[in-house]
C-alpha cells in the first residue's frame, strides 16, 4: 500500500504538488489572520455584505490566479504529449503505409516472374521461327538440319533462348547484316516485329513492378533477348519504326543504350 502511494506520488505532477502546498499555507495564514485581528472580536453577521465580499475576493483571488497559471502550465504539458503522441502515431502509419506498399511491389514482382517465364517460352518460340526463316531449307540449309533440331530439344528443355544466342554469335556480314537477317522478307519482318512487340510488353510490365534502381528491366535488357531485341530495334528499317513501338519505351530506353555500350 505504501509502495502505491509512493509511486502514484511519483507520478504526481510537480506544479500541482507544489499548488497543493502553497494553498495548504495560504490557507493556514489566513486563518492566522483572521484570528489574530479585528475580526477575531466580531462574528460575520456584523460584518457588512460588501466588505466580506472583498475580503473572500482578496483572500482567494492568488490561489485562482495560482490554480489557473497551473492549470495552463498542465495543459500546455498535455497538449505536447499528444502532439508526441500524433507524431509517433503518423511515423507508424507511414511504416505501415511502407510496409503495405512494399507487400503490394513483391507481389507485384512475383506475378512478373511467373508471367515472364511463359513470355520467354514465347519469345525462344518466335525467335525459332526466324531462325528457320534465315538459315533453314528456303535458304539452302545454311544451318544442319541435326543442329536446329537440337536447337529445337533445347528450347522444349526451357532454354528458351538458345535461338537468340545462336543469332548474337552469327557472322551477321556472312548473312548480308542484321537487316536482311531481320527484315529482307515478309516472314521475317513479321516474326521479327511479332518478337518487338512481346518484348515490349514484357519490357513494360517490368516497369511497372520495377525497383527504383531499375534492376529487372536492365537484366531484362542484357538477356540474349534483350540483347537481340537491341539489334533488331537498331538495324529497322526507317519504314518500319513506327509498326513495331506499340508501347511507351522512353522509360527503358536508357537501359538499352547501356547495353549496347
Same mark, same amino acid.
Given at each position: 500500500?505504501?509502495?502505491r502511494a509512493i ?23 489566513? %486563518? ?14 456584523? %460584518? ?5 465580499? #472583498? ?51 513483391n507481389a507485384r ?8 517465364? #511463359? ?13 528457320? #526463316? ?13 543442329? %536446329? ?34 527484315y529482307k522478307t ?32 536492365? #537484366? ?42
Amino acid at each position: 500500500m505504501v509502495t502505491r502511494a509512493i509511486a502514484r506520488l511519483r507520478q504526481t505532477d510537480w506544479r500541482i504538488f507544489m499548488g497543493g502546498i502553497l494553498t495548504v499555507l495560504w490557507l493556514i495564514a489566513g %486563518i492566522v489572520y483572521v484570528r489574530g485581528g479585528k475580526f477575531s472580536q466580531t462574528t460575520i453577521y456584523d %460584518i457588512p455584505l460588501e466588505d466580506l465580499g #472583498s475580503f473572500l475576493e482578496g483572500a482567494f483571488a492568488p490561489l485562482a490566479f495560482l490554480w489557473l497559471v497551473i492549470g495552463l502550465f498542465i495543459q500546455q504539458r498535455e497538449l505536447a504529449d499528444n502532439t508526441e503522441v500524433l507524431r509517433q502515431t503518423s511515423i507508424q502509419s507511414e511504416k505501415q503505409t511502407q510496409a503495405i506498399a512494399a507487400t503490394e511491389m513483391n507481389a507485384r514482382q512475383e506475378t512478373f516472374f511467373k508471367i515472364a517465364e #511463359s513470355v520467354k517460352g514465347q519469345l525462344g518460340g518466335i525467335t525459332g521461327m526466324l531462325f528457320i #526463316s534465315c538459315v533453314g531449307a528456303t535458304e539452302g540449309q545454311l544451318v544442319p538440319r541435326d543442329r %536446329i533440331a537440337e536447337m529445337w530439344h533445347m528450347l522444349a528443355r526451357r532454354d528458351d533462348q538458345v535461338f537468340a544466342r545462336e543469332f548474337l554469335l552469327f557472322d551477321a556480314d556472312a548473312y548480308g547484316g542484321y537487316e536482311a537477317l531481320f527484315y529482307k522478307t515478309e516472314i521475317r519482318r513479321r516474326h521479327t516485329e511479332n518478337f518487338m512487340r512481346t518484348f515490349d510488353r514484357l519490357m513494360e510490365m517490368a516497369r511497372n513492378c520495377d525497383s527504383p534502381n531499375g534492376i529487372i528491366a536492365e #537484366s531484362m535488357a542484357q538477356t540474349a533477348h534483350g540483347l537481340l531485341y537491341n539489334h533488331m530495334r537498331e538495324h529497322q528499317p526507317a519504314e518500319l519504326k513506327f509498326e513495331c513501338a506499340p508501347v511507351d519505351t522512353a522509360d527503358y530506353e536508357e537501359v538499352f543504350e547501356r547495353t549496347r555500350a
